[in-house]
């Protein structure tokens, strides 16, 4: 290919590739309403946030219980 702007649609999804010397690889998440992938580092701060939601949550409900010695 030629370098230069491309634009690659799939569907409703539509993304702008700029090629300037040599092949490019672009990939779709077709699950995503942008049809963007989520980096690694995004996927591991969602994992953590939810991790965090599910341990405040459970120690929200077992705190009484662990303060009367009476842990589930």
Known sequence: MQPGLYVVR????KRE???KDKEKRVDF?????????ASAMEKLMTGMAEMGAALRKIFRE???CWVLGAAK
Not at 10 to 13: M, V, W
Not at 29 to 37: I, N
Request: aromatic fraction near 0%; hydrophobic fraction near 45%.
């Open 10 to 13: 799939i569907g409703e999804i």
């Open 17 to 19: 590739v700029l090629l």
């Open 29 to 37: 998440d077709l699950t995503a309403t942008d049809g963007r992938q």
């Open 62 to 64: 077992n705190a009484l």
